[in-house]
């Protein structure tokens, strides 16, 4: 039997010391580093090819669900086993849902740990036992389609840069605001969504991506509903948040029953268009370091039935041969984009 290999991530010492006489006692093991911090960690996973992480995510300089986000997607075949104090429902489902293979209180018996080391690692999900209860009392409570609070553009921006794994300090750099602004926002932020950490924000975003929907012309989820049978989700990709707002501005003036959402980059639209599968996205061509026809594809590869748009302000006719082969079924130009070519792009995705 080869080898398993494994990193320990702990900021302390003593449950490191703790975790490592655990595992040992386990055949084929062997411990490749131990770490007791984000950026360490990062660090050793580039340096160590391993199988197992076994990781506490309340780490300084970590966030835990960019961070897990980040290293499934990086490290497709490592298991990753959480070994935490936390017993909060929604960070431990927050946790799963970016992908960790288990879940275990650091309050549990040695034993158990060992077993969810095992189970892990044959490919199955493992969730402490204490936590088992939790989850499906918090499923039956959840039975009931939650109201989407209503949030303002400044929230809905914090919650997008959240979404995208930024800091506090990034934020603040982003939005040209002090960190403790951003500090009282994501406050008030919390409190709009019924949550009480950046982490249980997150959580809460993965399970209701329509929270970062505005309604067309009035942000008020109400109006948008007072239409159904005109109901429309558009993604605008646009690296220009005025131009989103223009253009989310000229939407809604011709159908305030649209439901808007944004996105600066292509992994937020391709994050977006997974979960909210729009009936229509409209793609600039040209993305800051990024292709809006790549974006295109993304899209189109996460959510078939949406009719994708592509706008530029310099058309070209190669980009038109990339953006039909990569699904695009129009194109705009920036510069004749007004009310009735907005009007004509949405009645055509309305069917």
Not at 70 to 76: D, F, G, R, T
Not at 158 to 184: C, P, W
Not at 209 to 221: F, I, M, S
Request: charged share 25%; net charge negative.
């Amino acid at each position: 039997m080869s080898t398993i290999r494994v990193i320990l991530a702990d900021d302390h010492e003593i449950v490191r010391a703790g975790l490592r006489n655990a595992l040992l006692q386990l055949p084929n093991l062997e411990v490749m580093a131990e770490v007791g911090s984000g950026p360490a960690l990062l660090e050793a996973l580039v340096q160590h090819p391993i199988d197992l992480l076994i990781v506490d995510v309340a780490m300084p300089d970590f966030e835990p669900i960019a961070a897990m986000r980040q290293i499934k997607v990086q490290y497709p075949n490592v298991r990753v086993l959480v070994v935490s104090a936390h017993a909060d429902e929604s960070y431990v489902v927050g946790l799963l849902d970016v992908g960790v293979d288990g879940y275990h209180l650091k309050d549990q018996p040695l034993a158990d740990l060992q077993l969810a080391v095992q189970r892990v690692l044959a490919g199955e999900r493992w969730i402490s036992g204490p936590l088992v209860d939790r989850l499906l009392h918090r499923r039956s409570a959840n039975a009931l389609p939650p109201l989407v609070p209503q949030l303002t553009r400044r929230q809905h921006e914090l919650l997008r840069l959240l979404a995208q794994g930024h800091d506090n300090r990034k934020i603040a750099q982003v939005t040209g605001l002090s960190i403790k602004t951003i500090e009282n926002h994501l406050t008030r932020l919390y409190q709009a969504l019924g949550v009480y950490s950046r982490s249980e924000a997150l959580s809460y975003l993965m399970h209701h991506p329509e929270v970062l929907a505005a309604a067309g012309q009035t942000a008020d989820p109400a109006r948008a509903e007072s239409d159904p049978g005109k109901s429309l989700a558009v993604l605008l990709v646009d690296d220009n948040p005025r131009y989103r707002q223009q253009l989310g501005r000229m939407i809604g003036k011709t159908y305030p029953a649209t439901l808007l959402y944004e996105a600066d980059d292509v992994a937020e639209a391709v994050r977006l268009a997974e979960g909210i599968k729009p009936q229509l996205a409209l793609i600039d061509v040209v993305l800051t370091d990024e292709d809006g026809i790549y974006c295109a594809r993304r899209v189109k590869a996460v959510s078939p039935a949406t009719r994708v748009v592509l706008i530029n302000a310099y058309p070209d006719r190669e980009f038109h041969r990339l953006g039909l082969n990569a699904g695009a079924v129009a194109f705009l130009d920036k510069k004749d984009l007004d009310a009735a070519a907005v009007r004509h792009v949405i009645d055509d995705a309305l069917g």
